[in-house]
Structures are given as structure tokens and as C-alpha cells.
């Protein structure tokens, strides 16, 4: 099982609701990450979590809470977002017992509007 | 801060042809890597090739291969026997073994000609 699944594919929220963005791996890999992309935009980076620990905040807004709950999930809670978070939300994997940096192993993404 | 660059923003290719996509970087460190990333339209993201800052010799994967040249920071992809199913958002990117952030370039997107 080489996937890294990501739900729902796509949600529209408003403003003020709580929403939630889903990640699951089960290669058994210890370190997750958090993409934001806009389009026609590289994949700019958000969190990542190592060995369920958060180890790279890359200063996002409070409105975006992540919380890795096991090795094979990692969430992103969403609150009280702006029409400009709109973007697609990636998440991918990485095997740490190489030592180097390898494959990042990515979902097909959430796609993200905020109304 | 170490920043990937990709000066192409499009490029076509005719089916069975080849070409290069361009990727300079910029970095302080001597041990990094390098990859490049395919993005077919509302596909997932997948990797390419991946290089060792420190092996001198250049990776290649089958129909891919890459033109690393560390002085001047330079790492380019060769696409040899274009194939309709190469159309894509191409992404340089780079990553340390220290902080192990995954830097991306702007992107090339791909247009594989019939």
C-alpha cells in the first residue's frame, strides 16, 4: 500500500463554520506534512510533524490548528477562515528510516473554498 | 534562505521528441537533494527523479534523466520519447537532511504535442 488518502476531496465552508481536513498513510511512515497550493502556485509548505510531533510551523495562522492523533493520521482543523485560504490542501508522507531526505508521498489533496 | 527557481513557465514539446526543463537553486549547505516532481492535472503529485547532492553522477530513470551541475547550481530534467501522458505541472525541489523542508520551484508546466 504505497497511498496516502486525503478527505473530502473537496469542501466549501463559510466563514465561520469548523471544518476538518483528513489525512491517512499506512506505509508506515513517521513523518507527515501539510501543503497549501493555490493554483498555477508551487506547494508552499505549512507544518510538518515528525514521529507525531509537531516540528515545523512554517507561521500559519492560528485559524489552522494540525494535530497528528497516530502515526498513520494527520489532521488539519480549520476555524473562522478567509475567502483568500480558498487553495488546494496537501498532505504527504515521508519514510524516515533512510536518514535522508527521500520520496514525499502525497494525496490527491483537498480542494478548499471558502465562502 | 535557500530558494529554487524555475524560469520556464511553459513548455511544448512535439510527441517523441525531447526536452529540458530548467531548475537553478540557491543554498548555503554542501549536503542536499534535489528532485523533480510531476503534477498531472487534478492528479496527485508524483515523483520523478531524485539526486544526491554529493554523487556526481547523474540520475536517470528510464526516459528521465537529469543534468546536475553543483558549481553552478543548476538541475535540469531531460525528457527523452515525449509521450502524450508527459503533459504535466513539472516542480523542481530541493531538501536538506537538516530541517528535511521540501522547497518547491514555480513550476513548468508541460505540453506534449501530436
Known amino acids: 500500500d504505497t497511498e496516502v488518502t486525503q478527505t473530502p476531496k473537496h469542501l466549501v465552508m463559510g466563514m465561520t463554520n469548523k471544518k476538518s481536513l483528513k489525512c491517512e498513510q499506512h506505509m508506515g511512515h513517521r513523518a507527515m506534512y501539510w501543503y497549501k497550493q493555490k493554483a498555477k502556485k508551487p506547494p508552499e509548505l505549512m507544518f510538518v510533524?515528525?514521529?507525531?510531533?509537531?516540528?515545523i510551523n512554517e507561521s500559519v495562522p492560528s485559524r489552522f490548528s494540525p494535530e497528528c492523533p497516530n502515526s498513520s493520521l494527520l489532521n488539519l482543523h480549520l476555524h473562522a477562515l478567509q475567502p483568500e485560504d480558498s487553495a488546494l490542501y496537501l498532505c504527504a508522507s515521508r519514510n524516515t528510516g533512510t536518514g535522508t531526505p527521500g520520496e514525499l508521498f502525497f494525496g490527491e489533496g483537498s480542494r478548499l473554498t471558502v465562502l | 534562505a535557500q530558494t529554487v527557481t524555475q524560469s520556464q513557465p511553459e513548455m511544448s514539446v512535439q510527441e517523441a521528441e525531447t526536452v529540458t526543463l530548467s531548475c537553478t537553486y540557491d543554498?548555503?549547505?554542501?549536503?542536499?537533494?534535489l528532485f523533480w516532481y510531476k503534477q498531472p492535472p487534478s492528479r496527485q503529485m508524483i515523483l520523478v527523479i531524485r539526486?544526491?547532492?554529493?554523487?556526481?553522477q547523474n540520475a536517470t530513470e528510464n526516459r528521465f534523466s537529469v543534468n546536475f551541475q553543483k558549481a553552478a547550481k543548476s538541475f535540469s530534467l531531460k525528457i527523452s520519447d515525449s509521450q502524450l501522458g508527459d503533459a504535466a505541472m513539472y516542480f523542481c525541489?530541493?531538501?536538506?537532511?537538516?530541517?528535511?523542508?521540501?522547497?518547491f520551484g514555480t513550476g513548468t508546466r508541460l505540453k506534449v504535442l501530436a
Open positions: 525541489a530541493y531538501a536538506t537532511s537538516g530541517t528535511y523542508k521540501y522547497i
Open positions: 543554498t548555503s549547505e554542501s549536503d542536499y537533494y
Open positions: 510533524y515528525s514521529y507525531e510531533k509537531l516540528s
Open positions: 539526486q544526491e547532492a554529493y554523487k556526481q
